[in-house]
Structures are given as C-alpha cells and as structure tokens.
C-alpha cells in the first residue's frame, strides 16, 4: 500500500472535509454574529443538510467508479455548499439566509438561530477533528510497528 492507499483511503477524505467545511462555516457564523446590528446586513450560511447530501453523492460516486472500492480521492465537485478544486483546495459557497422578518433596519437577524448553528457546527468540527486525530494515530502507530 502506498502513501498515497493511507492518505485517501476509507473514511479520512469525508472526515477531511467535513472539517474543512465546519472550519469555513464557523467563519460565517462568525461574520454573522459580528454583523448582528449592522443595518441592511443580510446573514449568509452553508447548508449542512446540502453538504452531507453533496458527501453522498461524492462517496457513491467513488464506490461507483472503482466497483466498491473504498480508497481514492472524493469528488465534490462544485454542486453544493462546498466546492473542490482540483488543486485540492476547497471553497465554501454560501447562501443568503432570509428566514426572518426584517427588523426597522433592514437587517434579518435571529439571534437563538445563529447561536444554534455555533453549537451544532462546534460540535461536527470536534468530531471530525476527534476522528482525524484517531485515524492519524493509527497511521504513526503502523509506521513505527506498534500494531
């Protein structure tokens, strides 16, 4: 097995942007609160529902391509919340939010909401930071033979 067979291979893709996406999306829900009082700001979000959907395709596409193999690159392509160069690079593609009435200002802000989506983000991004760590671990522990 190559370097390559350990880096690509099983779950570490999907896990890899899974926190690729909840790191770019803090950033917007950070951007989100910052703004909470700005007149005519409007809230911008990645749908985490759309990406998991985006995931699916791109891990069925991969079994599709190699009859059930489970190593390989992912390929996200740009439908969905988070496209995928093929430099490796990655890039969130956000969405207005307009599920609020607007306030005097013109802003459409929802406090509870925002504060919801830091929690629910926080925690995707410490489970696949958690799963990145274990499968590294793994990896080191194979390389110096301790398996």
Known sequence: MSINGLTDGGA??????????TAARQRLI??????????GFT???????????????AIDGRRDQAAGATSGPLVLGSRGPLSAGRDGSMA???????????????????LERIMQD?????????A????????????????????
Do not use: G, W, Y
């Open 92 to 110: 969130l593609n956000p969405a207005e939010l307009r599920e609020n009435l607007l306030f005097h200002d013109r802003n459409d802000r929802n």
């Open 12 to 21: 570490l893709p999907a896990i890899e942007a899974l926190a690729k996406f």
């Open 30 to 39: 950070a951007n989100n609160v910052a703004n909470l009082d700005t007149p």
């Open 43 to 57: 809230p911008l979000d990645a749908d985490p529902v759309a990406f998991q959907a985006q995931m699916a395709r």
């Open 128 to 147: 696949a930071t958690q799963l990145l760590r274990n499968r590294f671990r793994m990896i080191e522990m194979a390389i110096s033979e301790r398996i």
């Open 118 to 126: 830091v929690s629910e983000n926080l925690l995707a991004f410490q």
